[in-house]
Nanobody
Framework: QVQLVESGGGLVQPGGSLRLSCAVS????????MAWYRQAPGKQRDLVAS???????NYADSVKDRFSISRDYAKNTVHLQMNSLKPEDTAVYYC?????????WGQGTQVTVSS
């Protein structure tokens, strides 16, 4: 069982930045891929960014050139750096791990972009 704990969400003004962190209960070397998803009220949960074991990354078109996903092997943590935030980025952000057919989710962290 893999446990994921997100942190770093909050209220930020448009144009600001936030860095989300996902602490993983196991070595991230053992995971096939890690990702961040988000879900706005009344909408489906969508992929924001992902990173595979080999380091390949993928981003939603709406966040390309603004968001960056990275890993810290020493701390078993995955980060999502979010820059130039927009009101439409407001959502609950979820950390996701995929490991040999199993999917794991964190509890989510709220990100609100508002003036």
């Amino acid at each position: 069982q893999v446990q994921l704990v997100e942190s770093g969400g909050g209220l930020v003004q448009p144009g600001g930045s936030l860095r989300l962190s996902c602490a993983v209960s196991t070595s991230i070397f053992s995971l096939n891929a890690m990702a961040w998803y988000r879900q706005a009220p009344g909408k489906q949960r969508d992929l924001v960014a992902s990173i595979t074991r080999s380091g390949s990354t993928n981003y939603a078109d709406s966040v390309k050139d603004r968001f960056s996903i990275s890993r810290d092997y020493a701390k078993n943590t995955v980060h999502l750096q979010m820059n130039s935030l927009k009101p439409e980025d407001t959502a609950v952000y979820y950390c996701h791990a995929h490991s040999y057919g199993n999917n794991y989710w964190g509890q989510g962290t709220q990100v609100t972009v508002s003036s």
